[in-house]
Nanobody, 115 residues
Framework: QVQLVESGGGLVQAGGSLRLSCSAS????????MGWYRQAPGKQRELVAD???????NYADSVKGRFTISRDGAKNTAYLQMNSLKREDTGVYYC?????????WGQGTQVTVSS
């Protein structure tokens, strides 16, 4: 069983930055992939960014050039650096880990971008 705990969300003005953290209960290098997803009110959950065990990254077109996913194996933590935030980035951000055929999700952290 993998436990994921997100933190770092909050209220920020448009154009500002936030860094989200996802702390895992096990070694993140045992995960085949880790990713960040978000869900805006009334919308489906969508992929924001993910990273494979080998370090390959993938970003949603809407966040390319503004968001960066990274990890720290020593801390078993993944990060999402979010810059130049826009109102449409508002939502609950979730961390996900893939372990073999299983998926594990965190509880989510709220990000609200005001104009």
């Amino acid at each position: 069983q993998v436990q994921l705990v997100e933190s770092g969300g909050g209220l920020v003005q448009a154009g500002g930055s936030l860094r989200l953290s996802c702390s895992a209960s096990g070694s993140i290098f045992s995960f085949s992939a880790m990713g960040w997803y978000r869900q805006a009110p009334g919308k489906q959950r969508e992929l924001v960014a993910d990273m494979t065990r080998g370090g390959s990254t993938n970003y949603a077109d809407s966040v390319k050039g503004r968001f960066t996913i990274s990890r720290d194996g020593a801390k078993n933590t993944a990060y999402l650096q979010m810059n130049s935030l826009k109102r449409e980035d508002t939502g609950v951000y979730y961390c996900k880990a893939n372990v073999w055929s299983n998926e594990y999700w965190g509880q989510g952290t709220q990000v609200t971008v005001s104009s």
